[in-house]
């Protein structure tokens, strides 16, 4: 008798049993590994508050994409992968050192760093890859194809890595940018690679629970940096009077509110839509590897512009300041709209609201000092979270209006 796919997966040394309850749960050997990216964005917020500027942005924006795609991919390969299983949780392990020297290297990634920056890197995207292809190859030939695929686009997009590294500022950023784009237009191609054919979304029957739960809890993660960053500015104060108390329960209430707005409508309808979609595939790629980049860049952004203004509430609000308090929650938003889009099928109207009045601060910045446009963004926030959860509290899952 010839074995059924799920009962071969079941009987697999790495993959995790198909079909099953345990099929989405998130283990805890992957909560572990997420212990590295909690340092890894405090170091990316540390790092672009240090250098706040347009080329500090565009810096810090290249490594959190870098960041991101290290993590996401390593989600899409865990759905499949059983973490509870010996090996792969070494791969985790070994996973999860690398993500700890990439994290060293974060702050000088674009001096002294840059190489150990790159091989890090390089060493995650190619090895976990490898690996993956490798312990599939017997169960499940035709993902292992598709990891071979994706095991030679990170090493083509090595190239560029390595070589940034060995050139310095505008030179490595604009090779470095190059590796990205390679990885990044690469899933939209099919990994397509001469002899070895290309990919098909169909084929990716990934499991809805897990992707949500994972991304998720990165999400919560970015949160937790905004509360950290918050009590590490008041905690450095020498007093702590009313009004900078006051403060803290604002930048708290905003993240609160960002919590609010990304969890009670969208996290769980994702997770629904894709359990239940014949294109799983397509649609996690769309809901969870690119439009969660604007989310999590949204909060890293939030928690630098807490800093600021917790640091210094009074005077003029130059444009750091002003740039971060705004473009944060824009950024966050956007995310959202396109997130919730993406499984919906339509824009939230309110968010689209928020962006508006947003952007409308932009025009009284020059008659606030930064506390008082670090307030009225939150305020912005909880309109949209209020808009959102009165238009959708009774609204059933399946028939969600435009709001």
Not at 156 to 180: K, Q, Y
Not at 199 to 218: I, K, N, Y
Not at 267 to 291: K, N
Not at 358 to 382: G, I, K, R, T, W
Request: hydrophobic share 55%; aromatic share 14%; with cysteine.
């Amino acid at each position: 008798m010839t074995a059924t796919n799920d009962e071969r997966f079941a009987n697999s040394a790495c993959l995790r049993a198909r079909g099953t309850a345990r099929e989405g749960k998130v283990a805890f050997a992957e909560l572990f590994f997420d212990l590295i990216f909690v340092l890894t964005i405090i170091q990316l917020s540390h790092s672009l508050a240090a250098h706040y500027s347009p080329l500090g942005l565009v810096e810090a924006a290249m490594l959190m994409l870098a960041v991101w795609w290290v993590w996401i991919y390593t989600t899409w390969a865990t759905n499949w992968l059983d973490p509870d299983k010996a090996p792969v949780r070494v791969l985790l392990f070994v996973l999860m050192f690398l993500g700890l020297m990439l994290s060293i290297a974060i702050p000088t990634a674009f001096g002294a760093g840059g190489f150990l920056f790159a091989l890090t890197y390089v060493a995650m995207q190619v090895g976990r890859s490898a690996f993956t292809a490798y312990v599939m190859r017997r169960d499940w030939p035709e993902n292992s194809a598709n990891f071979i695929r994706i095991t030679a686009w990170s090493a083509f997009s090595a190239v560029f890595w390595f070589a940034g590294a060995m050139v310095e500022h505008e030179a490595r950023l604009a090779l470095w940018l190059v590796a990205l784009g390679i990885e990044y237009a690469s899933p939209a191609l099919g990994f397509a690679v001469p002899g070895l054919g290309r990919s098909s979304v169909s084929d990716w029957q990934v499991s809805g629970e897990h992707m949500a739960e994972r991304c998720a809890l990165f999400v919560i993660i970015c949160l937790g940096e905004t509360i950290l960053v918050t009590g590490r500015t008041v905690a450095g104060m020498e007093l702590l009077d009313g009004f900078t108390v006051f403060l803290l329960a604002t930048a708290f209430f905003s993240t609160a509110t960002m919590w609010w707005i990304y969890f009670r409508f969208g996290h769980g309808e994702a997770a629904h839509l894709i359990e239940h979609s014949p294109t799983p595939g397509r649609i996690a790629r769309m809901a969870f590897t690119y439009a969660h980049i604007p989310i999590v860049a949204g909060i890293i952004l939030s928690a630098v512009a807490e800093e600021f203004a917790l640091a210094h509430p009074h005077g003029h609000v130059d444009f750091k300041t002003a740039s971060a308090i705004i473009g944060g929650p824009v950024v966050f938003l956007l995310g959202n709209i396109w997130f919730k889009a993406a499984i919906r099928g339509r824009s939230p109207l309110s968010h689209l609201a928020g962006i508006a009045g947003l952007l409308a601060l932009s025009l009284a910045v020059p008659f606030f000092e930064p506390y008082q446009l670090f307030m009225a963004a939150a305020a912005v926030l909880f309109i949209v979270a209020l808009w959102e959860f009165l238009s959708l509290k009774s609204t059933p899952a399946d028939d969600v209006a435009v709001v």
